[in-house]
């Protein structure tokens, strides 16, 4: 038995979401003594990678490196955000590894997906995790406004769940996302936002920001990469800051992913312990 983990994320060609790749790999390594490999669901960023000469395996290639150094046993952790598109790609690929290559796979979910099958646990603790996530000069009378990518899978429902949940734990924390939800019916209450559009929230940010107070924005992603510097906090005239600003109210954009918090980084790594578990345990 040769035992290796791989980590798998969306993939990142920027400085701050390299480097949060990084020590995400040294810390997986120091916890488990064991080699730890990286593979990237994003076809488009693995193009960019591979043009400025950076390694850029997809997950089946990954594995298949793997097979070649004699790994027999692997843990493959995502670190998505949703069970949506990407993540059936890593368990697709991971299905096609272990027929045609013999290999022993174990995969760990999604953040917002329980490996136990118990969200609702889950998700209060990755809501609590998200409220300290904020930056301390953060004013409590401030609105924090988490950025999504989104989706139009039926995993949509995890991000009015989560919203929910935080928005119980702090009224003036919300969850938007950037791609709208397909036959979802929004519920009415503050934090679940119709369409989920920024759009719709800024009337409620209006309505919450007290006068010369400001708006914090922080994106609900793993990396900080285009999403973060460009939509969330870019200078065109339809980066989330910009339309937040023209709203009439201040703006603070914090780049700070979910990568770059030991706290979350932890929950990831946890969840590949209990892969490794399953492994060891298996014929």
Known sequence: MKVGLLL???GSASFKGSSALRSMQEYAAQRFGLPVRWAYTSETMRCRLARSRTKSDSVFKALS???YERFTHVAVQSLHIIPGGEYGT??????HAAADLGMHIQTGPPLLSSPDGQEASSLQNIAELLVRHISDARATDEPVVYMAH???KECAP???ELATIVHALDPLVFIAAMIRKINGASVTHAPAL???ELGALLPILQSCTPLGKRVWLMPLLSLVGRHATEDMAGDSAASWKNRISKAGLLCSVELKGLADDMSFVSLWLDRVDASLKKLYAAP
């Open 65 to 67: 490196r793997m097979r």
């Open 90 to 95: 890593v368990l697709s690929e991971c299905a």
């Open 8 to 10: 798998v994320a969306y």
């Open 194 to 196: 119709p369409d989920d």
């Open 150 to 152: 989104g989706t139009r």
């Open 158 to 160: 995890l991000y009015d």
